[in-house]
């Protein structure tokens, strides 16, 4: 089976079999419900040769924040919507993850939680959100 993960926007993981899909496109657009973003700069996992994928206009859509990235100590970055997490070689293919990842990546996400104040850009409100946060 070649897996995927995915943290979803309410905090779940959720393992993705890539054979359900047609393309792995259509498994990383599929479930970041729409046009995929490459995130390849979050340390903890670039240096596992660990990927995430986003869905590129998620705070624009206002999608819920699932995602925390910290750099000494202040918060500098969220990432909205759900995540796909996969695996890259050195000619830049997105491949699946095995089982030393996934347990690296919960692990990881496991680590440290933080409550994130932020403004709803579409309906305008302030909302509060657990999330995960990673230091880079």
Known sequence: MKKYLVLTVDGMFKELDEECYESTY?????NVDGVIEHVSWITPFAKQGIDLWVNDEGKLLGLDIS?????????IEVLNGNIVFARNNKEGET???????????????????????FKNPITGKFMMKIVPVVEI
């Open 26 to 30: 259509e498994l990383l657009r599929d």
């Open 67 to 75: 995602l925390g990235i910290r750099q000494n100590d202040n918060l």
């Open 95 to 117: 491949l699946p993850l095995d089982d030393e990842d996934i347990s690296f990546i919960k692990k990881t996400l496991q680590i440290e939680k933080a409550l994130i104040q």
